[in-house]
């Protein structure tokens, strides 16, 4: 038995059968030692509804549940998980509400309604985890349902949600998510404690949402994150060609011999609210 007195997860997965499927881009993570210290790294959770998209066999789920969580909404479209999950729902009565369906297809916000604090927390399908980011990032309304998120992404993605001007890894992740919130990698998982191992390290992203960001518009801040990113070798007044660069340039004062990595999330802003 394990500390929750839920049997071990490799029991789990072997009594439902459950392979992990690539074309859902599933990775399961076995490990309750590492489940654990995501969840401490979303912080107290005891007031807090907790979502989580892609539970798989309910590992991540188990240990926020486990650490407090007062309800917990997975959302989960493989429906050979759901006996798994149902298992963990009878050992926390009314903690655990279990949507089949696709995330990207969910109001996420309806689940927020009338909680006192909610987070997102979760080991995102690595098929749709930057599209679910950049939706929660550039969502309408600010401040957003959430009080934080906890994400684990590819090591990979997730230097590229916590750089900055002049890194390598700048980008148009890094932009948005340095517009809207105050992104930083808590820690890194090894291939090997996955199942299957993927071919790359992961990494557990804390991001918390500014009261007060830059006003923009967050269509127009990708679009234009976007054109200028799309040639990153390229001086801006060429890169920013398709979507009127150089009345932009003028409008912003900005140097259209400059390149996009070296433009600060501010000089962003304005070239989107100059379009």
């Known amino acids: 038995m394990s500390l929750d007195g839920l049997p071990p997860l490799r029991e789990v997965i072997e009594r439902h059968e459950l392979r992990a499927r690539k074309a859902l881009g599933q990775n399961f993570l076995l490990d309750l030692n590492l489940t654990g210290k995501i969840a401490r790294t979303a912080g107290d959770l005891s007031q807090t509804t907790v979502i989580e998209v892609g539970p798989g066999p309910g590992g991540l789920t188990r240990a926020l549940l486990a650490h407090g969580a007062q309800r917990v909404v997975a959302i989960e479209r493989d429906e050979r998980c759901l006996p798994a999950l149902a298992e963990i729902s009878v050992h926390y009565p009314g903690r655990l509400e279990v949507i089949y369906g696709d995330a990207l297809k969910t109001d996420f916000a ?13 080991n995102l399908p690595y098929n749709i985890g930057t599209e679910l ?28 949600i916590v750089a900055g001007p002049d890194d390598d890894a700048y980008g148009r992740l890094g932009v948005l998510a340095g517009w809207r919130t105050r992104a930083g990698i808590a820690f890194d998982l090894p291939p090997q404690a996955f199942t299957p191992p993927p071919k790359v390290t992961s990494s557990v992203v804390h991001i918390v949402p500014r009261a007060e960001p830059m006003p923009a518009d967050g269509k127009k801040l990708a679009r234009v994150t976007e054109a200028a990113f799309g040639q990153r070798r390229k001086m801006l007044r060429q890169s920013l060609k398709s979507i009127g660069g150089e009345t932009l340039l003028q409008k912003t004062g900005i140097d259209g011999t ?12 304005a070239l989107a609210n100059a379009l």
């Open 133 to 160: 980011l950049i939706r929660w990032l550039t969502a309408e309304t600010w401040p957003p349902f959430y009080s934080s998120m906890t994400l684990m992404f590819q090591k990979e993605v997730a230097q590229r």
């Open 258 to 269: 400059r390149r996009a990595e070296t433009l600060s999330v501010a000089e962003f802003v």
């Open 110 to 122: 309806a689940f927020a309604a009338g909680a006192t604090d909610t987070k997102i927390v979760a």
